[in-house]
C-alpha cells in the first residue's frame, strides 16, 4: 500500500461521530482496485479509498453541491444520475461499484443493482435499516414514521423514496441471483451485531447494513 494511507480506524470513526459504515464499505474493497462509487456525496469515502486502500476511486454524484465539494478534495466526480446514467458504462469497468445509504433513493432500485454487477465484478451496498426495533417501536407506539440518526427526514420532504429491511435486501440479492460474499449490520451506536445471528435477528438489531455482492461468474475478491 502506499506510504500515505493511513490506517482504518473503527473506534476513531465512531468516537468522533462520523459514518462507520463508510469503514466497513472501504474494508471490503481490495488495496488498488478500479472503484466506482455512486452517489459519491461529498467525495468522503472517494478520499476514504484512496488514502487508506491505494483506489483508483472515481464517483457519480446527483447534486451539484455534493460534485463541487469533490472536485474541490481533487477527487474524480462528475454529475450523473444512478437511475439513468450506468447505463452508459461498459461491462466489467470496474473492479467493485459501490451505493453508500442511496439505494432507498433510487427510483429503480433492482435496476440500479443489475447494472452495478454488470459494471463492476463486486458490489458493496449499504443502507439503512427500515426493520430495526426503533422504527418499529416508532410505528406501533406514535403511529408515525420514525425519524432517526439514518433516516432524519420527515415523511414528507424526504429524499428516500424505497426503503427496505436487511431481509427484503436478501430477498433481492436471491432475485438477481448474485453471490453473497460477507455482510455487516450495525447497531445504533455503530457496533457490529455479531455474525452468527439469524436474518430475524439482524432485521431487529441492525440500523444499517453493508453487503458485498457479486456475480455468480465473477472470482472472489482479492484479500
Partial sequence: MLDRERKLDESAVRSSGGRVDLVVVAEMVAPGSRVLDVGAGDGELLDLLATTRGCDA???E???EGVNAGVARGLAVIQ???D???AHYPDDAFDYVILSQTLQATRRPRWVMEQMLR???HAVVSFPNFGHWRSRLDLMIYGRMPITDNMP????DTPNIHFCTIRDFVALVDVLDARMERAVALDSAGHRVRVNMPWWVWNLLGEQAVFLLSRKDAPAPRS
Fill in 58 to 60: 472515481r464517483g457519480i
Fill in 62 to 64: 446527483l447534486s451539484r
Fill in 80 to 82: 450523473g444520475d444512478a
Fill in 84 to 86: 439513468v446514467d450506468l
Fill in 119 to 121: 459494471i463492476g465484478r
Fill in 153 to 156: 427526514y420527515s415523511w414528507y
